[in-house]
């Protein structure tokens, strides 16, 4: 079965630090781009990092830029989001996804991604 299975969130509180994990079982990551998107209650879902196949090129929202680090174990198929310094807006379901096309260096746009997982909770209190 081809999925992507995101865990690792959960409640914390404003300043704490959480670390995602996103294990890929049935496809291959290793020469595609991989992001992580949020949805926060009654909004749109949006981009939060990306990085490049090889780990060398990543980008952030700029709402996260600072904080949050994303990184990935090719060899365990396995990309993870350590966020620090969490505040109440960082509250969403946090969801990975394997980019389309080996070309993408990096990419924001969710329509560049084709596999997504479930997504898992993060709930910051103030």
């Known amino acids: 079965q081809v999925q992507l299975t995101e865990s690792g969130g959960g409640l914390v509180q404003a300043g704490d630090s959480v670390k995602l994990s996103c294990a890929a079982s049935g496809l291959t990551i290793t020469n595609y781009a991989m992001g992580w998107f949020r949805r926060a209650p009654g909004k749109e879902r949006e981009f939060v990092a990306s990085l490049s196949r090889r780990s060398g090129m990543s980008v952030y929202a700029d709402s996260v830029k600072g904080r949050f680090t994303i990184s990935r174990d090719n060899a365990k198929a396995t990309v993870f989001l350590q966020m620090d310094s969490l505040k109440p807006e960082d509250t969403a379901v946090y969801y990975c996804?394997?980019?389309?096309?080996?070309?993408?260096?990096?990419?924001?746009?969710?329509?560049?991604?084709?596999?997504w997982g479930q997504g898992t909770q993060v709930t910051v209190s103030s």
């Open positions: 996804a394997r980019a389309r096309l080996t070309t993408y260096t990096t990419a924001r746009d969710q329509n560049e991604y084709n596999y």
